[in-house]
């Protein structure tokens, strides 16, 4: 009987047509359940306790230190030449209310939106860390106006506790310090809470 003769580059090819068993070809990612409601509820009454009576508090001593730096932040709001901003003046409370209270509360903000995301990208969810070696500027350029906010949000509130310290009598050398620190480390707890809830494994 003679010898059949085979193609091997024929057989090459269809191999390379076939897909291999061990690859999958749809890459399978992990199910998200939805939050259930004492999550949410938590999630909620944390941010409903702890929220505001941080805010203000941390309003009212930046708003301090802003007025330092820059005395065009002591205007108050009810002085500009906005639509319905003049009726500030004749509310009780409001009346008081001037641009570093403004300036304060976008840095508040800011500052807390930018922690979040660090807890978030030093966990692994974003693409921020993931650029420092496709776009080593790129990530320069994100770290550094985070930290220059970071920065400036802390020299702020520094200078809002010696500010206040005259109405609080004669305070000690480390109360200004040993404030702020308190402060960052408020910040970046409720920071990690927010990070941890948006980043679980349930939606």
């Given amino acids: 009987m003679g010898k059949v003769a085979f193609d091997r580059s024929a057989l090459d090819q ?49 708003s301090e230190g802003i007025r330092e730096l820059l005395d065009v932040t002591t205007v108050k709001l009810w002085r500009i030449a906005l639509p319905f901003m003049e009726r500030l003046e004749f509310y009780e409370g409001w009346s008081e209310l001037d641009l570093a209270h403004v300036i304060s509360l976008l840095l508040f903000i800011a500052v807390t939106l930018v922690w979040i995301r660090i807890i978030k990208e030093l966990k692994g969810f974003g693409s921020v860390m993931e650029s420092r070696k496709e776009s080593p500027a790129l990530f320069c350029l994100y770290a550094g106006a985070a930290g220059t906010l970071l920065l400036m949000d802390a020299v702020v509130f520094f200078l809002g506790i010696q500010a206040r310290g005259g109405g609080w009598g004669d305070l000690a050398w480390y109360t200004a310090p040993l404030c702020t620190a308190c402060y960052i480390a408020g910040i970046i707890c409720f920071a990690i809470f927010h990070a941890d809830y948006s980043t679980s494994k349930r939606v």
């Fill in 14 to 62: 269809f191999d390379n047509v076939t897909p291999a068993k061990h690859v999958s070809s749809v890459s399978a990612s992990p199910l998200r359940l939805r939050k259930t409601l004492k999550e949410k509820a938590v999630f909620g009454s944390v941010n409903a306790v702890v929220g505001p009576p941080l805010a203000l508090s941390v309003i009212q001593i930046a």
